[in-house]
């Protein structure tokens, strides 16, 4: 006779139990692209490029430019941003520099993260200007962002 209660409390029991949680969720990742001008820059010239996107504050920004040469070259191409409280006044001191180096006439594709304390409360940042440092023309296929929802 006791086996006979022991089946359904031993169900109830489970039934009762809650459930572990899921673990290991994926946090979704939002991708996007500043938006150039152009995608040649020439001899040694800084372009203004003045494309800004919302960020997520308290969150680190990945960068990955993509670019080539058109000759063997291991100058410098480096990336300048700055940062807005409004989207409407950037700053002009404090600004951020990523720097990549050719590889001859392969593409090459950077990659840089902006640390969230780096990005602070800002609520906007800018690509300001791609410096060509190669005394020949660059061409800038894009400059991807990403940060973590």
């Known amino acids: 006779m006791k086996i006979k ?8 029991l ?4 809650p459930l572990p949680l899921a673990l290991g969720q994926v946090t979704p990742t939002e991708i996007g692209s500043f938006t150039l001008p152009s995608s040649v820059i020439t001899d040694t010239a800084t372009s203004n ?3 800004a996107v919302l960020v997520r504050q308290g969150k680190p920004l990945a960068i990955a430019p993509y670019f080539a040469t058109t000759n063997s070259s291991t100058a410098n191409v480096i990336l300048t941003f700055d940062f807005s409280a409004d989207g409407t006044n950037y700053t002009t001191v404090d600004t ?3 720097t990549n180096v050719l590889d ?7 990659y840089h993260v902006i640390s969230a304390d780096t990005i602070g409360p800002a609520r906007y940042i800018r690509l300001k200007t791609i410096e060509n440092a190669h005394n020949a023309t660059i061409w800038i296929t894009n400059v991807v962002y990403a940060w973590p929802n």
């Open 96 to 98: 951020i520099t990523k």
């Open 14 to 17: 489970a039934l009762l139990t």
């Open 104 to 110: 001859g006439t392969t593409a090459v594709r950077g």
């Open 5 to 12: 209660y022991l089946i359904p409390l031993l169900v109830a």
């Open 49 to 51: 490029i003045l494309s």
